[in-house]
Nanobody
Framework: QVQLVESGGALVHDGGSLRLSCEGS????????MAWYRQVPGKERDLLAS???????HYADFVKGRFTISRGPAQNTVYLQMNSLTSNDTGVYYC?????????WGQGTQVTVSP
């Protein structure tokens, strides 16, 4: 079964850090464009960061310098390192993979940043 499973979401205080993990099964993540999105209630999912198969990066302006997307040593893992978190970063974080029109979403992991 092809799926993505996120982990690492937690409650942290302002200024804190978290590392989210996305583990794929049934896929080789190195062959997919991988991305992280965030969604808050009542709003659409926002693209935070993406990583191509050639390891080209893209970051949303509001996370540049704070978030880093990377691939793990295993071919099926992608990370999102998040630093200097603020309450505006609270939301459900989703891992996403796309390749030749095949799209896969994870189930999401909750990140809550408290003052």
């Amino acid at each position: 079964q092809v799926q993505l499973v996120e982990s690492g979401g937690a409650l942290v205080h302002d200024g804190g850090s978290l590392r989210l993990s996305c583990e794929g099964s049934g896929i080789t993540a190195d062959l997919y464009v991988m991305a992280w999105y965030r969604q808050v209630p009542g709003k659409e999912r926002d693209l935070l960061a993406s990583l191509t198969v050639h390891n080209d990066f893209h970051y949303a302006d509001f996370v540049k310098g704070r978030f880093t997307i990377s691939r793990g040593p295993a071919q099926n893992t992608v990370y999102l390192q998040m630093n200097s978190l603020t309450s505006n970063d609270t939301g459900v974080y989703y891992c996403f993979a796309i390749r030749f029109g095949e799209e896969i979403w994870g189930q999401g992991t909750q990140v809550t940043v408290s003052p």
